[in-house]
Antibody, heavy 119, light 107 residues
Framework: EVQLVESGGGLVQPGGSLRLSCAAS????????MSWVRQAPGKGLEWVAN????????YYVDSVKGRFTISRDNAKNSLYLQMNSLRAEDTAVYYC????????????WGQGTLVTVSS | DIQMTQSPSSVSASVGDRVTITCRAS??????LAWYQQKPGKAPKLLIY???SLQSGVPSRFSSSGSGTDFTLTISSLQPEDFATYYC?????????FGGGTKVEIK
């Protein structure tokens, strides 16, 4: 059974940093692109970043470029999101999601971890 | 970026009703569209990919059609567990973008 379990969320002050983790199991992690998708309270879904199977390619939504860094450790079946210079508008539930074969959808999602940026 | 517009933003329906949700892309996306269901406090769940392919385990009362810019998700006979918010997402070009969601509520 595919499982994605996020951790690392919490309350952080504006300008602060946080590192999210996603532990994957039930599939060959190193064979899939992985993404982070976020959802602000009461709002819709926004793709944030993704990373290729071997970590050689990484892409970001414009609003987080230069502040967030996605990475992965295939030996540990883990995905990460380092978030720096956090802003109030980064407040959201952050989901780890697996990109399907052919990258046509996000076929499995974690339960999400809440990041709150507030003073 | 490709903008995805869903309508209606909410719909009230009864168990057994046929419900149709539309999704329009700001430019052509061929058939690279996915639909998700999200219940309160839960992660989204993939229902349909490539515009009309049902994800494994998803009931056949869910169907979708369309190509280019206009797509529809249809629930043929609404069940109690189908009350949720539905999102479309384009996978044609970077970055992937989602529609604003359609909330299916109990009438």
């Amino acid at each position: 059974e595919v499982q994605l379990v996020e951790s690392g969320g919490g309350l952080v002050q504006p300008g602060g940093s946080l590192r999210l983790s996603c532990a994957a199991s039930g599939f060959t992690f190193s064979s899939y692109w992985m993404s982070w998708v976020r959802q602000a309270p009461g709002k819709g879904l926004e793709w944030v970043a993704n990373i290729k199977q071997d970590g050689s390619e990484k892409y970001y939504v414009d609003s987080v470029k230069g502040r967030f860094t996605i990475s992965r450790d295939n030996a540990k079946n883990s995905l990460y999101l380092q978030m720096n210079s956090l802003r109030a508008e980064d407040t959201a539930v952050y989901y780890c999601a697996r990109e399907s074969r052919g990258r046509v959808a996000f076929d499995y999602w974690g339960q999400g971890t809440l990041v709150t940026v507030s003073s | 970026d490709i903008q995805m517009t869903q309508s209606p933003s909410s719909v009230s329906a009864s168990v057994g009703d046929r419900v149709t949700i539309t999704c329009r892309a700001s430019q052509g996306i061929s058939s690279w569209l996915a639909w998700y269901q999200q219940k309160p406090g839960k992660a989204p769940k993939l229902l349909i990919y490539a515009a009309s392919s049902l994800q494994s385990g998803v009931p056949s009362r869910f169907s979708s059609s369309g190509s280019g810019t206009d797509f529809t998700l249809t629930i043929s006979s609404l069940q109690p567990e189908d009350f949720a918010t539905y999102y479309c997402q384009q996978a044609n070009s970077f970055p992937p973008t989602f529609g604003g969601g359609t909330k299916v509520e109990i009438k």
